[in-house]
């Protein structure tokens, strides 16, 4: 089972663009910020990672605020079929 969850902000976002079969897009980069247990300790967790929405959600991620906070639903997958980096592809988010 692939399933992503994350509380995260929006903290920069690409211009709309359309794949060639005419699907609309939109990138974000998200950040997230958070106080984590590990092995009975504490632990400070940031970091940026890159996502994007396709299809309907791509309007609404393009129209959504810069800086606030919202709860993202969605899947992992290498940023092209070569890379192992890897990309969160949103499916549906909220606010948080």
């Keep these: 089972m692939n399933q992503f969850q994350l509380i995260a902000t929006i903290a ?3 211009v709309l663009r359309y794949t060639p079969a005419g699907v609309p897009i939109v990138g974000v980069i998200l950040q997230h910020s958070s106080q984590q247990e590990e092995a009975g ?7 940026e990672m890159p996502a994007l929405g396709a299809g309907q959600i791509s309007g609404r991620l393009d129209s959504a605020e810069l800086g606030a906070a919202y709860r993202f639903e969605g899947f992992l ?4 079929r070569n890379s192992k ?3 969160f592809h949103i499916i549906d988010f909220s606010a948080a």
């Design 12 to 14: 920069e976002r690409d």
């Design 41 to 47: 300790v504490a632990r400070l967790v940031e970091f």
């Design 77 to 80: 997958a290498r940023k092209n």
């Design 85 to 87: 980096a890897l990309v």
